[in-house]
């Protein structure tokens, strides 16, 4: 296959809306690479829930970026992404690359169905197994609450090496387009260890405004998302990651991104500064 050949046959990249997924789109798009977003807005469809549509999706693509939604830590998934999987490289996916997070069993199982089902094809797999996203606090859970003024969460005094979704889309452009990433399991980390009570005092500074940070138990924070309407899909999800995984068996620094890209990774203090002059965080609260 010559060069530009394959920069014509497309790169799938699922939850390509999302926080690590768009960022990879425009990437690639902007090296003017042959894209495909895995979205259910999308024609054709992509969605997790209906497997009568993942081959359409899949159809005549050299790669593909897994991001399971919501988490690999939900009971289906296992079963779907190993199909999903197979299904890949059954339709000539040469390379599969896999989002997953740190120290989560069901993750780790996600991680070794892919590996399999790429080495049992002959195919390049590539694990970006990251720690918690900075932009849970500008494009999910945490955005709300920053705007409001006050971040409550069951989480107290086990620091996370929050990575930017910026070096994961970074990474994985290169996973998917590069040389040298084949069978590597990267850990993905920022270079600094926060509480989230630290986390969010770096937003506060970055705005020149006051964020308290408020440590509740699982149960009141789950009532409380409850009733700001939470999907009831996410509430185990998290329930299960402040319970588990934010217990301190993370709290160590890897060095996944310096090994990928050759550079360090961004501080959260940059992410922060940088977020808040785009003005994300002085938008009102949605009803
Ligand atoms: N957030 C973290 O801190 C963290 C840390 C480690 C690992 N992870 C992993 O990251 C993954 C999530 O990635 P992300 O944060 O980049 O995504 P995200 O921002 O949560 O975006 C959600 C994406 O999923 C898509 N989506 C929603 N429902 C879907 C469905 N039923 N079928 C297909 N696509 C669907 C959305 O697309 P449409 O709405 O356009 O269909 C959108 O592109 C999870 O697997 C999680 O385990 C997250």
Known sequence: MTHSTEENTPILITGGTGKTGRRIAERLAAAGQAIRIGSRRNAPAFDWEDAAGWEAALLGVRAVYISYYPDLLAPEALGRVEAFARLAVAGGAQRLVLLSGRNEPAAQDAEQVVTRVAQQAGADWTILRCAWFAQNFSESLLLDPVRH???????????????????????????????????????????????????TAEI?????????????????????????????????????????????????????????????????????RATAATGVWNQPVMA
């Open 149 to 199: 003024g006050e971040v409550v969460l069951p989480a107290g005094e086990v620091p996370e090496p929050f990575i930017d979704a910026d070096d994961i889309a970074d990474v994985a452009v290169a996973a998917l387009t590069q040389p040298g990433h084949a069978d590597q399991l990267y850990e993905l980390t920022g270079p600094r260890l926060l509480t989230m009570a630290q986390a």
């Open 204 to 272: 506060a500074r970055a705005l020149g405004r006051e964020i308290p940070y408020r440590q509740v138990s699982v149960e009141d924070f789950l009532a409380l998302m409850g009733q700001q309407g939470l999907p009831p899909e996410l509430a185990g999800v998290l329930a299960e990651l402040f319970t588990t995984v934010l217990d301190g068996r993370s709290a160590y620094l890897c060095d996944g991104v310096q090994r990928a890209l050759g550079r360090p990774p961004r501080d959260f203090a940059d992410y922060a």
